[in-house]
């Protein structure tokens, strides 16, 4: 934690966050000194902001080598790829010691009055992008390569809630901060208690933003409960717009908005891959996709991964996705760990069509079960 407040710090970016941390009341409060923004746009280089020069990265490791600066600030409240990319390597190849190298808080971000912790060491700052769940497996439609694999779901299947509250808690211990939380199904809006999962993801990631992601057929159609949530956690609708919702849509926007309820359209949902090809031939050696998956206590990169039991029961296959599924409650898990194995390629990605860039999408259209 940031425990000494005569520290001289140099903030990365002349951006937005900057411009924060440099007006942030806890930072003048709790007696930082911020000497200088340093930032690799050439064309900033001599520009000020409330007397704070913008400076180069060689004028900043400089000052930093001359005892002038003791830490420099990485922005932590728009993602951890900061803490990965180029900026944090070179910070370490200029010679900066990790300890000096700091992340400001989510907090800081948000413009909070009391912050005990406005900026964490490089280790402390445990943060996802994102993260995704059902609250149920089946849908309302049956769309043909469903990737999530619900137009293979026979019946009703709901999450517990109990189980994923522990679950969340669970991955709160893991990591501390979320950006975006997208609810999923199947159809979220067939669970009558979505409302309680949206609240819940609020309590525990206060500074997330939420989104029930919803093919729209039933959005005319929600309680006054689901209404009320959603405007309490400032959360919102992401639609996905399929050919069945093209001359509705118009119609749900403005019931949505006049209601109050935030709302967005996701997808054009027009074409689908097949999820699930033959091998490419090749190993994968990174993954470029995002769809961070909770479920039943694991976690995995991505659905497909997690719902593999539906589709080897459909086709009597048996591919295999367990060595992409992380154990939350593995008692000797790390953040750092954790982060390794989540960015490692997995088995099936050899396997996953929904990516490939030379293989057309199908037209979208309504399976028979």
């Known amino acids: 934690m940031a425990e000494n407040t005569t520290t001289r710090i140099s903030l990365f970016n002349y951006r937005e966050e900057a411009k924060r941390i440099i007006d942030s009341k806890p930072v003048k409060e709790q007696g930082f000194i911020i000497d ?12 000020e902001y409330n007397g704070i020069k913008v400076v180069s990265p060689f004028e900043a490791i400089k000052r930093y080598k001359n005892n002038l600066i003791d830490k420099i600030v990485l922005p932590g409240a728009k993602g951890r790829h900061y803490l990965n990319d180029e900026r944090l390597n070179e910070l370490l190849l200029f010679g900066v010691k990790k300890d000096d190298i700091w992340v400001s808080s989510i907090e800081l971000w948000e413009q909070l009055d009391r912050i005990d912790r406005p900026f964490l060491k490089l280790d402390e700052y445990t943060y996802f992008d994102y ?42 211990e893991l990591v501390e901060h979320i950006s ?68 509705k849509i118009d119609g749900i926007v ?44 694991k976690l995995a990169r991505c659905p497909l991964v997690q719902y593999l039991d539906y589709y080897n029961a459909s086709y009597g296959t048996s591919y295999d996705g367990s060595d992409a599924l992380i154990d939350i409650y593995d008692k000797n898990l790390t953040f750092s760990e954790l982060w390794k194995r989540i960015n490692t390629s997995f088995k099936l990605c050899n396997s996953c069509g929904f990516w490939r860039s030379d293989l057309p999408g199908e037209p979208w259209c309504i399976e028979k079960r």
């Open 254 to 297: 403005e019931n949505l908005r006049s209601k109050g309820i935030r709302y967005r359209i996701g997808w054009i949902a027009n074409s689908f891959k097949p999820p699930i090809i033959e091998e490419f031939g090749y190993p994968l050696k990174s993954v470029n996709c995002n769809c961070i998956h909770l479920r039943n206590g």
């Open 131 to 172: 993260l995704e769940f059902h609250v149920n497996d089946h849908c309302n439609l049956n769309c043909k390569n469903c990737n999530n694999f619900s137009n293979l779901v026979h019946g009703e299947v709901f999450t517990d809630y109990n189980a994923f509250e522990r679950d969340l808690k669970r991955f709160k």
């Open 36 to 47: 200088c923004i340093y930032d690799v746009n050439a064309d900033l280089w001599g520009e």
């Open 180 to 247: 975006f939380v997208r609810i999923l199904g199947g159809e979220p809006l067939l669970n009558k208690e979505v409302y309680k999962y949206v609240s819940l993801v609020r309590q525990i990631y206060p500074y997330a933003e939420i989104r029930i992601v919803t093919n729209g057929t039933l959005l005319n159609r929600i309680d006054d409960i689901l209404v009320e949530t959603m405007k309490k956690e400032n959360a919102l609708f992401e639609i996905s717009a399929y050919p069945i919702l093209y001359d």
